[in-house]
């Protein structure tokens, strides 16, 4: 059983990296198995398609990256402190990724959102939830900022989906660029996106 | 010859239209053929490879936002009012698409650069070609209305960047949602982005 469970790790990761470097629909069942370097059979013991596949996937990554933000949005410090270094550390993950492998692979969630959102529903709900999931996490952050008369904003939950929105923009350029330093932005956008107290033309200064 | 070039117009169309429903590595020659209605043969008379159709899909789509854009971008009206006038023609425009087919498509150049800009690097320089010049003409209208002191921005082609992102992000999230309504915070966003008049916590009230 040992090395059955060993099997599933293997394709997962393969199938992430494959899914990084080429998107989802290129992939066949056959290429990620020789990736894997497991037998077709293994395959498909484990999961029943290549979309139920794809959702281990998202989970699997959604699980490291939740863990990742939970962490820095409850470090003990101010929350607009927390909100930065969530950016900084997707900047230093997506510059890690492009050492790596070469180029900027960008978000895998939203990657998959515009490739196949419109075409399983399993996975465009998925998406959805982890999307709103990040969200409730931003808006927590920004609600603690909006107590502390921090930021203006009133709507903490729409000024959260912007912020994230911006992030989604940003790391599509970098990925577009093969640039992080794109993302060097995100930090003055939210600002001003929030009202914060060193708003207003922040955008330009960063 | 008028024949031929029918040909050529409609494997452009059908092309488009199976990569807004299902991107474009999950598309082939013969599909795209045989929704335009011509023989195969056809295909290689006008494209050299399906990259090549690819970036002629790119650029024909191009050609119809760039004269959409110019339009409005140069209205009679004040330099803001120009810009909202191109997020609500945005929204309009993702409404209608999502009307006539079920869904909303998001952006073609956001979906191929999320799906294809680190596969082949002619995609890559066609669509930063395009996304520099959608950044120079929100600049150029940032730059009038600095002038006029309607925004505080100072960078503003880091703004109009920053713009242009923001926009990016909320397509990413009507498409996700198949909702067009996300589109409306666009231009509360933008305000809040450039520093202008009504800024200032905006996000929150749209």
């Known amino acids: 059983m ?29 290429e990620i198995c020789k990736t894997a370097g497991v037998p ?11 979309e ?10 959604w699980a490291g990256q939740k863990a990742d933000w939970t962490r820095i949005l409850n470090e003990d410090a101010a929350p607009l402190d927390r909100l930065r270094r969530l950016f900084e550390e ?5 510059r890690a990724g492009q050492q790596s492998c070469g180029a900027v692979s960008g978000c895998l969630f939203g990657n998959l ?22 969200v409730e996490m ?12 921090e930021v203006t904003v009133t709507d903490t939950r729409e000024a959260a989906r912007s912020v994230v929105a ?25 600002l001003a996106l929030l009202g914060g107290h060193a708003a207003g033309g922040v955008a330009a200064g960063v």
Chains 1, 2 share one sequence.
């Open 40 to 50: 077709k059979g293994s395959f498909y013991y484990f999961f029943e398609s290549k």
């Open 166 to 190: 911006q992030l989604e923009g940003q790391v599509l350029f970098a990925k577009l660029y093969n640039n992080t330093q794109r993302l060097g932005s995100l930090w003055g956008n939210s």
């Open 2 to 30: 040992g090395r059955t469970s060993d099997a599933r790790e293997k394709i997962l990761s393969a199938a992430q990296t494959l899914i990084e470097l080429r998107g989802y629909s290129a992939l066949g069942v056959a």
């Open 90 to 94: 997707t900047e230093a993950g997506q």
């Open 52 to 61: 139920a596949l794809a959702l281990a996937v998202i989970d699997e990554h």
């Open 113 to 134: 959102t515009l490739e196949l959102s419109n075409q399983t529903e399993a996975i465009r709900m998925r998406l959805q939830e982890i999307f709103e999931a990040q």
């Open 138 to 149: 931003v808006d927590s952050v920004i609600a603690e900022a909006l107590e502390r008369h």
